[in-house]
């Protein structure tokens, strides 16, 4: 299921500062030890907050400063960074997934918010 984060990138995300409320899907772990992902928000210990590929777009901001959002796949790999133009770039990221890529990016930036980078 490439569209949605995995339990360890949801993992990641909140331990980078992503809310959990912000997640549209949770991965539900039950006595055997069996992960479900279900849609909703998490509740219990036993769950780990998922975000959709959508849902991580909607939560990256669409310019920072004369930086705009870019998102592209070519040979394969998905690239999402902040451009100005070809030349000048905040930050890119590259990932064979989009949802690898989005993770990877969303991480930078809640490092950015913060004043720092990841």
């Known amino acids: 299921m490439n569209d949605v984060t995995t339990k ?6 909140l331990k980078a500062g992503l809310e959990p409320d912000t997640a549209t899907m949770y991965h ?16 219990g210990k036993s769950c780990t907050p998922a975000w959709t ?3 991580l777009l909607g939560l990256l901001p669409h310019t920072i400063g004369l930086y705009r959002l870019r998102m592209e796949k070519g040979d394969g790999v998905w690239t999402a960074g902040y451009h100005y133009d070809d030349e000048k770039r905040l930050h890119t990221v590259s990932s064979p997934t989009l949802i690898d890529a989005l993770v990877l990016l ?4 809640l490092g950015y918010k913060k004043g720092g980078e990841i």
């Open 28 to 43: 539900d772990t039950d006595n055997m030890g069996n992960v479900t992902v279900r849609a909703g928000k998490p509740y």
């Open 8 to 13: 360890q990138q949801g993992k990641m995300l």
């Open 106 to 109: 969303t991480m930078w930036w």
């Open 53 to 55: 590929a959508g849902a």
